[in-house]
């Protein structure tokens, strides 16, 4: 049976066992394309994902370090419309994970570990762990430790740019 023709609730509970198991493989579908068809289920975001890769290059060209802000991706799309806390967190971090998802479907780097705690000008440790604990899970294997793995994923990051981004 194909992926898509599985129900949600078959994707969910697949994906439950996997992670109750410590597993990543061991049925017809892997984890990891498990978690890709069933973020691709999900609602488009307010931010187009392209786009909003697009606009994260661009802006890292702006920044003396690469590194960029929430609140820069915000101002991208909606220059206009103040920043509404919890509810502008809750859009951008959407369009971030679509974005990843793009990253993983097209081999790129890790897009979105160039988008930086404001107060502390750099990844928290808790934002460190749960990408690199999302892109193991997803299938990405490395020999680095975490700082290092998010380190190489920023370096490669910088140096794309934004028109040699695939366009889907």
């Known amino acids: ?6 129900k ?6 697949t994906i ?6 410590n597993l990543t493989t061991g049925g017809p579908y892997t984890l990891s394309e498990l978690l890709v068809e069933q ?5 488009s975001s307010v931010i187009p994902t392209v786009e909003c890769a697009k606009n994260i290059i661009s802006l890292s060209k702006q920044s003396p370090d690469g590194l960029i802000f929430y609140l820069d991706i915000w101002k991208a799309f909606f220059p206009d419309k ?12 959407n369009a971030l994970e679509r974005v990843g998802f793009y ?6 780097p890790i897009i979105v570990t160039l988008v930086v705690n404001k107060g502390k000008g750099e990844l928290t440790d ?3 762990d749960n990408i690199y604990n999302a892109w193991v899970e997803r299938g990405v294997s490395t020999q680095l430790s975490r700082d290092e793995w998010i380190a190489e994923q920023q370096a490669l990051s910088i140096a794309l740019t934004p028109d040699a981004l695939p366009t889907d």
Do not use: F
């Not at 949600?8 to 509970?13: A, E, G, L, P, V």
């Not at 439950?16 to 198991?21: G, L, M, N, S, V």
């Open 16 to 21: 439950r066992r996997y992670r109750e198991r």
């Open 103 to 108: 990253c993983l479907r097209h081999g790129l």
């Open 82 to 93: 103040a920043w509404a806390a919890h509810e502008s967190r809750n859009i951008v971090t």
């Open 1 to 6: 049976m194909p992926i898509e023709a599985l």
């Open 39 to 43: 973020h691709r289920r999900q609602p």
């Open 126 to 128: 808790e934002a460190k």
């Open 8 to 13: 949600d609730s078959q994707i969910k509970d």
